[in-house]
């Protein structure tokens, strides 16, 4: 179901203006009966000023009428001009310009710490372009001599979740070695089992096999 712009906001202005019940508030605003309630009594949203559903062209006031003479109806939100918020599309990350003489030296580290990174999750990750990556590496660029290699996440380019994302993303370039991963547990499980063959075998040798040579010739010499 359709809410309208700003429901807290909406509901504190119906609450306050009309003759509404608060289950017909709360069913046109998305919101519980006791909020709206709450809303009525004081207890909630008391720093919110009211936005007029009729100044908006959310709510006609013959629709607004219509349920205030019967608690049965519900208000039916009408038709805006007013366009909704898009989704941001997908792309380069956006940097503050505060911070856009930083990139270089982000650049510099994720190129040394983690060369397994493509240029393209470079981009993506600190909103860079593959041209600025590329003087970086070769040291073209117009200020290499001043560029620093500092961690992306300390200069407030990139979360340290979002780098662990990429590095685990990342392609294995040739040259990159990667350690072995040893499950321990496994062979912490594995070494009682092979302590319980041993002593199987051990039991099925006879005992005087088992004696070594030189405790035989010891007791020989004895005689």
């Known amino acids: 179901m359709a809410l309208p712009l700003m429901p807290k906001a909406t509901a504190v202005w119906l609450v306050e203006n009309t003759a509404l019940t608060f289950e017909q508030i709360a069913a046109f605003c998305g919101m519980h009966e006791l909020e709206v309630q709450a809303i009525a009594d004081g207890e909630v949203a008391t720093g919110i000023v009211g936005l007029d559903p009729l ?3 959310q709510l006609t006031k013959q629709e607004l009428e219509r349920c205030e003479k019967d608690s049965r109806y519900r208000l039916v939100l009408s038709a805006s001009d007013i ?3 898009q989704a941001r599309a997908k792309g380069a990350r956006y940097t503050p310009v505060s911070k856009r003489h930083d990139r270089p030296d982000a650049i510099a580290w994720l190129l040394k710490h983690h060369p397994e990174l493509t240029d393209a999750q470079i981009s993506k990750l600190i909103g860079t372009t593959k041209p600025t990556i590329s003087t970086v590496r070769d040291k073209s660029h117009w200020n290499a001599a001043n560029i620093k290699a500092r961690n992306p996440v300390t200069l407030g380019l990139c979360s340290e979740m979002d780098l662990e994302k990429e590095i685990a993303l990342a392609p ?5 070695v990667v ?3 040893v499950d321990y547990a496994t ?4 070494a009682p089992e092979r302590d319980r063959h041993e002593e199987r075998v051990d039991e099925a040798v006879p005992a005087f096999l088992r004696t070594s040579p030189v405790k035989q010739e010891e007791n020989e010499d004895d005689f």
């Not at 294995?172 to 990159?176: F, Y």
């Not at 062979?187 to 594995?190: K, L, M, V």
């Open 55 to 57: 100044a908006n062209g």
């Open 83 to 85: 366009p909704r918020p």
């Open 172 to 176: 294995r370039r040739a040259g990159v």
């Open 179 to 181: 350690a072995p991963q």
């Open 187 to 190: 062979e912490a499980e594995q």
